[in-house]
């Protein structure tokens, strides 16, 4: 299954938010930074990368859907949405 490019341009943005996010993170552990404000960064980092994976199934799932794409079966798609789990 190939995904659209254009329709993940809010999931590419996402993941890119997360990477700041996640680069923040490691500035604030080497700067000795207080735990709660490090660990409120990283679950928020965490939940970006959730919101991006479930974007990114549920693409899939619609194009599968709609375009019935023979290579994704039942299986391969719920193995995909419990990998995040």
Known sequence: MEL?????TPV???LKRAQGQLAAVT????EGRDCKDIVTQL????????RAGFAIIASGLEQCITKEDPTMNKKD???LFLSLA
């Open 77 to 79: 798609l719920e193995k």
């Open 4 to 8: 659209d490019s254009t329709e993940l």
């Open 27 to 30: 500035r604030m552990l080497e």
């Open 43 to 50: 679950a928020a980092v965490s939940k970006a990368l959730d």
């Open 12 to 14: 590419v943005n996402r």
